[in-house]
């Protein structure tokens, strides 16, 4: 026989193996199937998410949390006032420029130049951007 033959000979049955085991294996999920409803591997699926997302919320919960100190050097670098930490402090609790103004007993534009200076100082152009720069430095909790 020659090299070319054997190759033909192996290839060939190597085919007829991988189709009878694809045959097997879609039987037994034929099988499965018609054994086992639909709702059944739905629940099971439900089971394992909710059971896997109580186990994130304990690892998530249960972490230590200390008590929040805040980087007064950080403030002093960034030359921030102390007006702008209030406004910064309303803006992480998601509080309007109108808010805000009621709150810190100002007008409107006022505030408007508060939030653009502490958006110049930390570098940032959206509320968001200020709020989450402004916990990596530990300006805020």
């Known amino acids: 026989m020659f090299r070319g033959d054997i190759i033909r000979i192996v290839l060939l049955w190597g085919a007829v193996l991988a ?14 199937a018609m054994r086992f409803s639909f709702e059944i591997y739905v629940g099971i699926i439900a089971v394992a998410f909710a059971l896997g997302g109580m186990w994130l919320g304990w690892r998530l919960a249960s972490r230590p949390r200390g008590a929040f100190r805040r980087n007064d050097a950080a403030i002093a670098s960034l030359g921030l006032t102390r ?4 406004a910064l402090e309303l803006i992480a609790a998601g509080q309007s420029n109108k808010e ?3 709150t ?15 958006f110049a100082k930390l570098e940032v152009a959206r509320r968001t951007q200020a709020v ?5 430095l530990e300006l805020i909790p």
Request: net charge positive.
């Open 19 to 32: 189709a009878g085991a694809f045959g097997l294996q879609w039987l037994e999920y034929q099988y499965l």
């Open 83 to 86: 007006q702008e930490m209030r």
């Open 100 to 102: 805000m103004a009621r």
């Open 104 to 118: 810190l007993g100002v007008a409107p534009n006022t505030v408007k130049t508060h939030i653009s200076n502490l």
């Open 132 to 136: 989450i720069r402004a916990r990596e």
